[in-house]
Structure formats: structure tokens, C-alpha cells
């Protein structure tokens, strides 16, 4: 399974000082090195973390394809036409949350994604959809036309960190907190049935597809089984790793998980 390294997580702590320390394109090499197998960046429209000079050196300088995460905000989407990424992947964006919370409403913007959809393809880049795990979701990009799906993990994530919840990854708004165990437990394996299915029905339909969000070396395992999800995108568990062990063992330590 191919591992997706999301670096934005360099720049929040850059960002959080305004200085040049640390530099997101110093991990370019280290994740190559590592052997993921793709960098990905978030260009989010508030940029509080990766800069447009951030994207455009990495685009440039990346020996390994760059994922280019963004909204279908006009400007963004020219800047990510100009920047010419291996492939970009269309995400919701609120600029009050703290991280993307669920998968694009693809079914609200489909005249939207229609149009943007067509000029990403126009300059030759890939498309994938961030989309929630659900069937109508998967037919709807089937529609759209898109070479990529990545399903969002994020459900699947918060329920397994409150079925463990020694590990205290859950964000303290969400809603299962106060489910018994037994319940819990119905839902994780519901939410990995579902990925089982729709990345399977995906797969036939044509779609190469990706996971992600909330992904961590505790959860990873059950998801890097399901053979016909092709590739996650993993940057919080990592970089956070990071910090103890150096870029490099985190990413080996993930990479090694990943092996089916
Ligand atoms: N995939 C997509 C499309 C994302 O937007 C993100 C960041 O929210 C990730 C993967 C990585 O998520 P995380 O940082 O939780 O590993």
C-alpha cells in the first residue's frame, strides 16, 4: 500500500513563529528516502500552514508526486492550475475548523465541481475527491468523472480512539463519547465494512482509490488490510511522531505498518 506523507504540519510549526525554521521542503528528501511514495500539501485558503511559495517550490523540487489538497475556490484553483501538481485532491474548507472535518459535499457543488473538474483536466491533473464513505458519494464522482477517490477516515478514526480511548486522539466535540463500548464496537466494525464495500464497488467502477484523516500507527492496520484502498495520506500521526524519532523512523515505522 502506497504511503502519502502529508507535510503541512512542517509549516504550522513555521508558522507559528513567522520564521524561516522549519522549512517543509526539507522533508522532500527524507520521505523519499523513507519510501513513501507521494507528498502531500494542503493549500488551504486562510494558508495557516503551507505558503504559495511552500507549494511552489515543492511542486518544482519534489522528485515524488505532489498531492496538491485544496477547495474549489476560484483563486485557489488558478494558482493550482499554474502550479501544475502530479494531482489534486478537492476538499471542503471551512476556515473556522481545525482540520477538514468531513468529506466535500460533492452532491451540493456538482455544477461547481463540474467546471473545475474540467480545467484541472485541461492542464493534464489528476482529480481525486475527498469524499465521506458512502455509496451515493462514490456513484456521484463516478459521474463527475474523476480518476481518484480518497475516502475520509475520520469516523472510523474518532470510534476507534474512544473505543481505545487511553490514546485521547478524539476531538472533544464529537458524539460517540458517550456511547457504551458494545455500541462502539458495532461502529468500528461497521465504518471497515463500509470501506471493504465501497473501495471494492470503487474499484470497479474505474477509481483508483485513496484513505485518510485520523489515520495513526495505532488504527492504521485494519484499514491498510482492505486490499483495494491503493494508497493512504497520512500527516498528523506522523510529523507528531516526528518530533521524537526524526521524519525519517516515523515514516518507516508507518511504512512498515502498511505492509500487507
Ligand atoms: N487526506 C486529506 C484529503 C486531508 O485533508 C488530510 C488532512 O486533513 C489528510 C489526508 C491527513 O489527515 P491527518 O493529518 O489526520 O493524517
Redo the contacts with the bound molecule.
Sequence with gaps: MKLGV?IDHIAVLREARKIADPNPMDALSIVKRAGAEQI?I?LREDRRHIQDSDAKNIIYHSSLPVNL?CAIAKEIVTLACELKPHRV?L?PEKREEV??EGGLDIFRYEEELKEVIAKFHKYEIEVSL?IDPTLKAVEMAHKLGVEWI?FHTGKYANVYAMLFSNLGNTHHSIKELELPRSELKEMLEEELTKLRALSCDAMELGFQVAA????NYQNVGAIAEIETIEEL?????IIARSVFTGLEDAILEMKALLIR
Design positions: 502529508n502531500t494542503h489538497e485532491t476538499v482540520t477538514t475527498f480518497e485518510g484523516h485520523g489515520l495520506n497520512i500527516g498528523q500521526s
